[in-house]
Protein backbone atom coordinates (compact mmCIF):
# COMPACT_ATOMS: atom_id res chain seq x y z
CA UNK A 1 0.00 0.00 0.00
CA UNK A 2 1.04 3.53 -1.03
CA UNK A 3 1.73 5.98 1.87
CA UNK A 4 -0.21 8.78 1.92
CA UNK A 5 -2.97 7.10 0.66
CA UNK A 6 -6.60 6.75 2.51
CA UNK A 7 -8.47 3.49 1.70
CA UNK A 8 -11.94 2.57 2.04
CA UNK A 9 -12.12 -0.77 3.45
CA UNK A 10 -15.50 -2.45 3.87
CA UNK A 11 -17.00 -4.89 5.84
CA UNK A 12 -20.12 -6.68 6.09
CA UNK A 13 -21.97 -8.71 9.08
CA UNK A 14 -23.93 -11.44 7.70
CA UNK A 15 -26.55 -12.79 10.21
CA UNK A 16 -28.07 -16.16 9.65
CA UNK A 17 -30.70 -17.55 12.28
CA UNK A 18 -29.33 -15.46 15.11
CA UNK A 19 -25.70 -16.17 14.04
CA UNK A 20 -23.05 -14.09 12.60
CA UNK A 21 -20.24 -15.22 10.06
CA UNK A 22 -16.70 -14.14 10.79
CA UNK A 23 -13.66 -15.85 9.10
CA UNK A 24 -9.72 -16.19 10.71
CA UNK A 25 -7.26 -14.02 9.08
CA UNK A 26 -4.24 -14.73 7.28
CA UNK A 27 -1.66 -13.33 5.35
CA UNK A 28 -2.12 -9.40 5.73
CA UNK A 29 -2.14 -7.12 9.19
CA UNK A 30 -4.84 -8.76 11.63
CA UNK A 31 -3.56 -12.51 11.05
CA UNK A 32 -4.89 -14.64 13.67
CA UNK A 33 -8.09 -12.09 14.15
CA UNK A 34 -11.53 -12.98 13.35
CA UNK A 35 -13.15 -10.84 11.14
CA UNK A 36 -16.12 -10.03 8.68
CA UNK A 37 -16.33 -10.92 4.74
CA UNK A 38 -15.17 -7.56 3.16
CA UNK A 39 -12.03 -5.57 1.33
CA UNK A 40 -11.21 -2.77 -0.24
CA UNK A 41 -13.89 -0.81 -2.28
CA UNK A 42 -12.78 -0.22 -6.08
CA UNK A 43 -12.60 3.19 -7.83
CA UNK A 44 -16.27 4.13 -8.73
CA UNK A 45 -17.56 1.23 -6.97
CA UNK A 46 -21.05 1.62 -5.38
CA UNK A 47 -20.96 0.44 -1.51
CA UNK A 48 -23.19 -2.40 -2.67
CA UNK A 49 -21.02 -3.63 -5.52
CA UNK A 50 -18.38 -3.67 -3.35
CA UNK A 51 -20.15 -6.00 -0.92
CA UNK A 52 -21.48 -8.61 -3.20
CA UNK A 53 -17.93 -8.60 -5.31
CA UNK A 54 -16.35 -9.49 -1.92
CA UNK A 55 -18.28 -12.08 -0.98
CA UNK A 56 -18.17 -13.62 -4.13
CA UNK A 57 -13.74 -13.75 -4.02
CA UNK A 58 -13.79 -14.88 -0.41
CA UNK A 59 -17.04 -16.78 0.18
CA UNK A 60 -19.51 -17.11 -1.97
CA UNK A 61 -22.08 -16.03 -0.47
CA UNK A 62 -25.37 -14.56 -1.66
CA UNK A 63 -27.15 -11.59 1.11
CA UNK A 64 -30.00 -9.77 1.04
CA UNK A 65 -31.62 -6.39 3.25
CA UNK A 66 -28.21 -4.64 2.96
CA UNK A 67 -28.02 -1.97 5.53
CA UNK A 68 -25.40 0.64 7.69
CA UNK A 69 -23.73 0.39 11.02
CA UNK A 70 -21.17 2.31 11.24
CA UNK A 71 -17.90 4.47 9.86
CA UNK A 72 -14.77 4.74 11.46
CA UNK A 73 -11.75 6.78 10.62
CA UNK A 74 -9.07 4.12 11.47
CA UNK A 75 -5.38 5.01 12.25
CA UNK A 76 -4.13 2.14 14.15
CA UNK A 77 -2.39 0.57 11.33
CA UNK A 78 0.22 2.93 10.60
CA UNK A 79 1.49 3.89 8.18
CA UNK A 80 -1.87 1.99 6.88
CA UNK A 81 -5.39 4.65 7.11
CA UNK A 82 -8.48 3.90 6.35
CA UNK A 83 -11.99 4.70 5.96
CA UNK A 84 -14.08 1.66 7.29
CA UNK A 85 -17.41 1.16 6.97
CA UNK A 86 -19.56 -1.97 8.28
CA UNK A 87 -22.86 -2.65 6.45
CA UNK A 88 -25.44 -5.33 7.65
CA UNK A 89 -27.20 -7.93 5.69
CA UNK A 90 -29.26 -10.81 6.01
CA UNK A 91 -28.01 -14.71 4.46
CA UNK A 92 -30.12 -15.59 1.32
CA UNK A 93 -28.02 -18.49 0.04
CA UNK A 94 -24.97 -20.23 -0.41
CA UNK A 95 -22.61 -21.90 2.18
CA UNK A 96 -19.27 -20.09 2.88
CA UNK A 97 -16.45 -21.40 1.11
CA UNK A 98 -12.52 -20.60 1.79
CA UNK A 99 -11.60 -19.03 -1.97
CA UNK A 100 -8.91 -17.24 -1.08
CA UNK A 101 -6.86 -19.73 1.46
CA UNK A 102 -4.14 -17.23 1.38
CA UNK A 103 -6.07 -14.52 3.28
CA UNK A 104 -8.92 -16.71 5.84
CA UNK A 105 -8.52 -20.18 6.96
CA UNK A 106 -11.88 -20.46 7.81
CA UNK A 107 -15.23 -19.34 7.85
CA UNK A 108 -17.96 -19.94 10.65
CA UNK A 109 -21.47 -18.83 11.94
CA UNK A 110 -21.27 -18.25 15.44
CA UNK A 111 -23.71 -16.85 18.52
CA UNK A 112 -23.26 -13.16 19.44
CA UNK A 113 -22.75 -13.87 22.57
CA UNK A 114 -20.41 -16.21 22.19
CA UNK A 115 -17.67 -14.51 19.79
CA UNK A 116 -14.07 -16.50 19.07
CA UNK A 117 -10.98 -14.25 19.88
CA UNK A 118 -9.39 -12.14 19.32
CA UNK A 119 -11.98 -10.18 17.07
CA UNK A 120 -10.62 -7.94 14.23
CA UNK A 121 -10.34 -4.19 15.65
CA UNK A 122 -12.85 -3.22 12.90
CA UNK A 123 -15.12 -6.40 13.75
CA UNK A 124 -15.04 -5.51 17.62
CA UNK A 125 -16.14 -2.01 17.11
CA UNK A 126 -18.65 -3.05 14.72
CA UNK A 127 -20.23 -5.46 17.36
CA UNK A 128 -20.63 -2.54 19.75
CA UNK A 129 -21.93 0.42 17.21
CA UNK A 130 -24.31 -2.45 16.08
CA UNK A 131 -25.70 -2.97 19.58
CA UNK A 132 -25.77 0.89 20.50
CA UNK A 133 -26.54 2.27 17.43
CA UNK A 134 -23.05 4.70 17.77
CA UNK A 135 -22.92 5.19 13.83
CA UNK A 136 -19.19 7.06 13.60
CA UNK A 137 -16.18 6.86 15.51
CA UNK A 138 -13.16 9.25 15.07
CA UNK A 139 -9.98 7.55 15.43
CA UNK A 140 -9.34 8.51 18.95
CA UNK A 141 -13.17 7.33 19.56
CA UNK A 142 -12.13 4.60 18.26
CA UNK A 143 -9.00 3.89 19.74
CA UNK A 144 -10.75 4.51 22.87
CA UNK A 145 -13.27 1.57 22.27
CA UNK A 146 -10.53 -0.91 21.66
CA UNK A 147 -8.37 0.44 24.51
CA UNK A 148 -11.85 -0.35 27.13
Not at 51 to 72: M, S, T
Not at 89 to 97: C, I, L, Y
Not at 102 to 125: G, H, R, Y
Request: aromatic content about 12%.
Amino acid sequence: MENNITKVGIGVMIWKDGKVLLGKRKGSHGEGTYAFPGGHMEYMESFTDCVKRELEEECGLKIKNLRFVYVANVKIFDPKHYLHITLAADWESGEPEIREPDKCESWDWFDPEDLPTPLFPQSQVSFLAYKNGTQYYDSDDFNQVLNG
